[in-house]
C-alpha cells in the first residue's frame, strides 16, 4: 500500500511540474473592455491622473529647481483646476509630488511632499475642502521623462492629480 501511494504522489507531481511548465509564460489575455478608461469625454473618466490627460481636465503643476513655491503660472493652472473641482464636487484627488533625478532620495522625498502640500494649501485657499485632497510624495522615483537634460529634470519637477473616487 505505501508503494502505491508513493507512486501515486510521484505521478501526481510530474503531473503538476508538466501542468506548470506547460502554462509556463502563458497570461491571461484581457476582453477588450476591461480596464478600460472611457474616452468619449473627459467628464465620463472614472479614475485618471492628470500627467496623462485622463483626469477630468485637471492639469499637472511644474516648480522651478529646488522649490516649492508655486509660481504665478502654477497659481493659474491651479484656479482652472479648482474650477473643475467645483463643478464635481464628487471627486476625490491624491497630488503627488514628485522631484527630478538630481539630489538624494530623502531630500527630494521631503521636497516632493513640500510641493504636494503646497498645491493642497492653495486648492483649500480656492474653496476645495480639504477632505477631498491627500496627498503623497515619490520624490524622484517616477519620473515623467528618465533622461539626464535640463528638459527632462523641468517635466519631473511636478505635482500631478490622481482622481481616487468619484
Known sequence: MAKLSTNL???????TIVGMIATAG?????RPDEGAIPTA??????TGDSDSGTAVGLKSITFPYDA??????????????ADILKGQSNLMIQVEGH?????????NIALGEKRANAVRKY????????????????????????????????????????????
Do not use: H, W
Request: glycine share 8%; with cysteine.
Open 123 to 166: 486648492l483649500m485657499d480656492l474653496g476645495i475642502s480639504g477632505d477631498r485632497i491627500t496627498t503623497i510624495s515619490f520624490g524622484k522615483e517616477r519620473p515623467l521623462n528618465p533622461a539626464a537634460t535640463e528638459e527632462a529634470y523641468a517635466q519631473n519637477r511636478r505635482a500631478n492629480f490622481v482622481i481616487t473616487s468619484r
Open 41 to 46: 469625454g473627459a467628464d465620463e473618466n472614472l
Open 9 to 15: 504522489f510521484r505521478l501526481t507531481m510530474a503531473l
Open 68 to 81: 516649492f513655491a508655486l509660481t504665478s503660472e502654477a497659481k493659474a493652472a491651479l484656479k482652472e483646476n
Open 99 to 107: 522631484a527630478d533625478q538630481r539630489g538624494g532620495i530623502q531630500y
Open 26 to 30: 502563458c497570461t491571461k489575455k484581457p
